[in-house]
């Protein structure tokens, strides 16, 4: 299985703001989101989520995507 990871939008202060999910051998998937700074540690969030609870996810995000659209 792949890992998909995607790159933010720019904000100030920080070099780079990614998040990437990764399916694991046990049919949960992990999210990881991490952000760099310049001078300070890296900030990194893990989370672990079911099939269903990534669908749940993807699933809200369309909607606020296509509410975004019809305006």
């Avoid at 999910?21 to 949960?28: C, K, L, M, S």
């Avoid at 890296?42 to 996810?57: E, H, V, Y």
Wanted: net charge positive; hydrophobic share 40%; proline share 3%.
């Amino acid at each position: 299985m792949s890992q998909f990871e995607y790159v933010a939008l720019a904000e100030k202060g920080i070099i780079e703001s990614t998040f990437g999910i990764q399916p694991n051998a046990d049919g949960t998937f992990t999210f990881t989101a991490i952000q760099k700074y310049p001078h300070k540690k890296d900030k990194a969030i893990q989370m672990r989520f079911t099939k269903n609870g990534l669908s749940a996810i993807t699933g809200m995000l369309r909607l606020l995507e296509s509410r975004e659209a019809d305006k």
